[in-house]
């Protein structure tokens, strides 16, 4: 995980974008990146354990997006629905095989984060191809998500006991 990403932890009233805003403002100054950053109108406050894990999964998606693909601009999107809140983080660059083992040690941290919170990790990725890795939240109101295509990191990433090698 990038330390930095830690320093915009949203610790006072400003939320989950202005924190994200931060992040992608830092990254795109200090990378001379393009990045795009869309959110919600309205977006609601979030849980604070929510918030942190969508921060650090947001700050590593994009610092790994722009120190892997050379394509611009990465995106960054926020966004709520009836059902669900997501983070998206996609690029146009290389791409990679999500069913790598060093691919897949690279999110477990995040995953775990993200899992623990009480979401899920869906990659859309192949080599050539760029790639989109997505955080999925249910919102309290709503249903549990599912019927979206991509391979969930969760599957891939069963734990330290996955037979993985850890490169």
Not at 161 to 166: A, F, I, Q, V
């Amino acid at each position: 995980m990038h330390a930095h990403a830690l320093s915009f932890l949203p610790a006072d009233s400003r939320g989950l974008p202005a924190a994200l805003a931060e992040v992608v403002k830092h990254a795109a100054l200090t990378r001379g990146t393009h990045v795009v950053f869309d959110v919600s109108a309205g977006f609601p406050k979030l849980s604070e354990k929510v918030e942190t894990a969508l921060l650090h999964f947001g700050a590593e998606a994009l610092f790994n997006a722009m120190q892997h693909a050379a394509h611009e601009p990465i995106y960054v999107e926020l966004e709520q629905g009836p059902f669900e809140v997501r983070l998206a983080i996609s690029d146009d660059g290389p791409g990679f095989d999500p069913n790598d083992c060093g691919v897949a040690q690279n999110l477990r941290k995040v995953v775990e984060e993200i899992r623990a919170a009480g979401g899920d990790i869906i990659v859309h990725a192949a080599p050539g191809f760029g790639a989109t890795l997505v955080a999925v939240f249910g919102r309290p109101q709503g249903v549990p998500v599912s019927g979206r295509s991509g391979t969930a990191a969760n599957d891939l990433i069963s734990g330290p006991d996955s037979g993985r090698r850890d490169d």
